[in-house]
């Protein structure tokens, strides 16, 4: 059991080395009443609070305004189904909604229209969500990306009702101009006999309390935007191509914007080449993206690759029905050239006895890593609901514990969180910036505790 008293907010933080910035991050996700989307400088100081609204996750945009949501669908008739797509004003005034995807009826509820929302959106401008140089989203007008969920039966997949993801494109005005169905591209994602096999008698039903087989769960969606790769001819990156990763799958792929054909993919197989070999198994992925142009590493994919365990296969002794195929008990950040499929580096890094880091970092679900423009990643490890950024070096110089408990799950996970410059927030002036050094964990004590020195003891040998 972990422990239940550590210190919270921020606990390491060198100004100089830190691209420094505001945090948001959503403090108790789908908790009623909750202290909602948070906004904290990088002395853990909360600089805005959005009580109420729910996001997964929420962003900011230029302005002071977040992206969200007002609520999430009864887990009864639903799993993690966000209601709609809010924008709020730094006051919390809902300024743009969407939510008529599906129009239905919850029993004992009225029929009402829901998005069906989960795990990503993007707005026009803006191809991964946090801030990049000179592609600030738009914040009065502008298309939106959005993932969700659609409920149907597809026998190639299972005889299972099926939570099934879908990608749709919204205008401004509120029109579904585009939809892409994530079951009706089976046949293009490289599984194998035992995977169906295993798939088709449990899509991860058990994620939903067996309602429904949340076969994918994709978690992450963004297009690429301009990149090198497209630039020198290779048309499977084109600038308005999706990627996105899917949990339980262990895959993260590309689709063709245009045919909605899947181009490029990695997994679901990590021993099929020896370039895949190399990389070592990807194990229930979150937050997979191009790193946008503009900013250091851009083009490499970047992602938190959990560990835990997901995949299908062959059942195996960690696996008796072969559904959570791969398993380990550490995650790691990857940056890895998506054309040579090397990685050009990963945290925390290799070391003898430790080619996938090493229990420095583990987050078995949620979870992300974003890219800041002095080359630093801001790292979610959101199970602990603790924030890292870390240099190229693989330096720690910022970290934050989130200080809210969710409830319902009795932890402070936190699903992802952003850094964005000051001038967005014109709000408010700009915070002071103040060292927090790394404490001496062997002097550190709760206050009203009493630090002894330790008796000197000199071992005698006969």
């Known amino acids: 059991m972990p422990p239940t008293i550590y210190p919270t907010g921020t606990t390491i933080y060198d100004p100089e080395k830190c691209w420094n910035g505001y945090t948001l991050y959503q403090s108790t996700l789908h908790q009623p009443n909750s202290n909602g989307a948070v906004l904290v400088d990088m002395n853990g100081n909360v600089v805005n609070r959005w009580r109420g609204l729910d996001g997964m996750p929420n962003k900011m945009l230029p ?3 977040v992206l969200g949501s007002s609520g999430v669908r009864n887990a009864k008739y639903g799993f993690q189904d966000m209601l709609d797509l809010v924008q709020v004003d730094w006051d919390g005034n809902i300024v743009w909604k969407f939510d008529r995807y599906e129009r239905i009826k919850d029993p004992y509820q009225k029929a009402r229209w829901m998005l069906r929302q989960h795990h990503d959106f993007q707005r026009e401008g803006n191809p991964v969500g946090y801030y990049v140089p000179g592609m600030d989203p738009l914040v009065d007008s502008g298309r939106m990306l959005i993932l969700c969920h659609k409920t149907l039966r597809e026998p190639k997949i299972s005889d299972t009702l099926l939570l099934d993801d879908t990608i749709i494109e919204v205008s401004r005005d509120g029109k579904i101009t585009w939809e892409w169905i994530c079951s009706q591209h089976f046949d293009e994602m490289g599984f194998d006999e035992e995977a169906k096999n295993a798939m088709y008698r449990n899509p991860y039903a058990m994620m939903t309390g067996g309602k429904w087989g949340d076969w994918m769960h994709m978690n992450s969606m963004s297009t690429l935007g301009p990149n090198q790769w497209h630039d020198g001819g290779d048309e499977r990156f084109h ?3 999706i990627i996105w990763d899917g949990r339980q799958t262990n895959i993260t792929a590309i689709i063709d914007r245009k045919t909605g054909k899947i181009v490029w993919r990695l997994g679901p197989d990590y021993n099929a080449t020896e370039e895949l070999r190399k990389i070592g198994w990807i194990i229930g992925q ?3 993206h191009l790193i946008p142009r503009g900013l250091p590493g851009e083009g490499n994919l970047l992602l938190f690759d959990n560990g835990g365990q997901a995949g299908y296969g062959a059942p195996n002794p960690g696996a008796p029905t072969g559904v ?3 398993r380990r008990d550490n995650s790691r950040v990857l940056e890895i050239n998506p054309v040579t499929l090397e990685v050009v580096n990963q945290y925390p890094p290799r070391g003898p006895g430790m080619a996938f880091g090493s229990g420095l970092l583990y987050s078995n679900f949620v979870s992300s890593a974003q890219r800041l423009p002095n080359g630093n990643t801001l ?3 959101g199970g602990s609901g603790r924030f890292l950024e870390v240099t190229a070096e693989n330096e720690t110089v910022w970290e934050y514990v989130n200080p809210y408990q969710n409830k319902r799950m009795k932890a402070n996970i ?8 000051y001038d967005w927030v014109p709000q408010v002036e700009k915070p002071k910036e103040t060292a927090v050094p790394r404490t001496d964990n062997t002097r550190f004590r709760v206050p009203g505790t009493v630090t002894k020195r330790p008796q ?3 071992i005698v040998k006969n």
């Open 239 to 241: 600038p308005d191509n």
């Open 414 to 421: 936190v699903y992802r969180a952003y850094r964005y410059p």
């Open 456 to 458: 000197k003891v000199t």
């Open 286 to 288: 979150h937050h997979a």
């Open 324 to 326: 959570g195929y791969a």
């Open 379 to 381: 790292i979610t490890e």
């Open 63 to 65: 302005g002071g305004y």
